[in-house]
């Protein structure tokens, strides 16, 4: 059968028996629901998290809840040299990989008017973290995705990459960078590997510090759904991407219950 004829015969949604997914920032709210639903999927998976007690534990107790063989280790999207070292150990346990989801993502909270709480440090970091971090995993993970012949990145974006309301100028700076760069790299890394990204408006995790009921509830007033979205809802999207959307790349997929409209 020609890979023509097989393409046209693909029944979805596509089980994912025999894929490996890597969800780099699996021990937060996004990354643990994506590693659920992946598994649920047939999917073999790793979690990367911080080497904080925090985070530590957040990642076994997922991996407990998974079970073997499932697994997680400690990676850093800004140090290149913990990837690469990650890159090795699951090419010699895992042999492959198919699917990568940049789940990893930090915010502070600053108003956009105030031009003076976004100081150099913290733009460096928000960027390190939000857009030169993801750009370095796909970079480091991007040979095995390539191998595998049927690679999938899915990046974690935001509606404010164009809205430009976020929780702060930087933060929606680095995710319209994070919509570019899926662009750009659907077309540089075709047709061996697919990439996408997914846009959440407001989920209800604890990402960004200080928001409460009040906010959430201001929130779905506005939202034509009227509710805010759940980790679930983002994890639905991106396990869309692996199971269902198999013709698609370079796209942005929005979640957000109608935000934007």
Known sequence: MSNTEQLKRETYPRSLEGKVALVVGG?????????????????????????TERDTLAAEALIKELGAPHAAYV?????????????????????????????????????????????????????????????????????????SGDGLVVSISSIASF???????????????????????????????????????????????????????KVKASTPLKRIGTAEDIAAAITACATMLRYSTGHIIQVDGGRAL
């Open 27 to 51: 021990a937060g709210a996004i990354g643990a629901a994506t590693s659920r639903m992946l598994k649920a999927a047939g999917a073999t998976i790793v979690v990367t998290h911080m080497d």
């Open 75 to 147: 990676a850093n999207v800004v140090d290149t040299a913990s990837l690469i070292a990650l890159r090795t150990t699951l090419d010699q346990k895992h042999g492959r990989l198919d699917i990568l989801v940049n789940a990893a993502g930090f915010t502070k909270p600053v108003p956009h008017a105030d031009l003076d709480g976004l100081t150099d440090e913290l733009i460096d970091l928000m960027l390190q973290v939000n857009w030169r971090g993801q750009f370095a995993t796909i970079r480091t993970f991007a040979p095995l995705l390539k191998a």
């Open 163 to 217: 809205t430009a309301v976020g929780s702060s100028i930087a933060y929606c700076a680095a995710k319209a960078g994070i919509d570019v760069m899926t662009k750009a790299l659907a077309r540089a890394l075709a047709p061996e590997i697919r990439v996408l990204a997914v846009s959440p408006g407001v989920v209800d995790t604890e990402f960004v510090p200080g928001r409460g009921a009040d906010f959430n509830d």
